[in-house]
């Protein structure tokens, strides 16, 4: 991709943290193309011929990383579709075209390292923090009409392990680039989008 004509947020943060919620706000608010690794690889999984399918949910269910390649792929093939939809404006993404939201990637060093190396540099990593006893209950929550086959308890624990021991060194990594906005998530949806869409607002002024 041409960097100058594309902007990437990684939106990242816990399980149940809130990333797709906010992502939907900043959406309507700036107009960007909104990729959830984690949909991509559930659509890729129910997609008729697949030869990642069974691979797919046994990973997911068990909370690990998908591979990186694949990932990878499904994101590259993302972002294609959507700049041929809406090609990057000339004098680049300020009318929004070409603004992606990545929302849950990277979350493991090998596919941050890759990402950043072959497919292009992202201006920002938004991070939303809250509590795993605040995490746990919205998932618990959201499981009872999700149909996600990794909300339930059991899953829901594996999942907050991984996070901790391979999705916080991309935390680290990015943030000894400065390029880390953190973000309590705590609070209502409404409060944590005003945050969230002033340190955007104020990214793409
Ligand atoms: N909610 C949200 N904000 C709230 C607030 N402020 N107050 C009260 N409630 C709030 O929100 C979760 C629930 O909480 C919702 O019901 C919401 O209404 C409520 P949501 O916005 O969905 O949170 P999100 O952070 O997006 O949670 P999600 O479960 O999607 O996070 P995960 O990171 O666990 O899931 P993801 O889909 O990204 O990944 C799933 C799996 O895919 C991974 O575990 C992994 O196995 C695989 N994966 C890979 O292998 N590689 C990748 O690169 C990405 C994923
Ligand atoms: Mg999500």
Known sequence: FDSSKVAVIFVLGGPGAGKGTQCANLVQDYGFCHLSAGDLLRAEQNREGSEYGAMIRNYIREG????????????????????????????????????????????????????????CRSSLVLFFTTTEEEMLKRLL????????????????????????EQTMPVIAH?????????????????????????????LLA
């Open 64 to 119: 690990q990383i998908v591979p990186m390649e694949v990932t990878i792929k499904l994101l590259e093939n993302a972002m294609r579709a959507a700049l041929a939809s809406a090609p990057a404006a000339a004098d680049g993404w300020a009318d929004g075209r070409g603004r992606f939201l990545i929302d849950g990637f990277p979350r493991k060093m090998d596919q941050a390292v890759k990402f950043d190396d072959e497919v």
């Open 174 to 202: 990015y943030s000894k680039q400065s390029k880390v906005a953190t973000i309590d998530a705590t609070a209502t949806i409404e409060e944590v989008h005003e945050k969230a869409k002033d340190v955007v607002g104020k």
């Open 141 to 164: 929550e959201r499981g009872k009409t999700s149909g996600r086959e990794d909300d339930n308890e059991e899953s829901i624990k594996k999942r907050f392990r991984v996070y901790k």
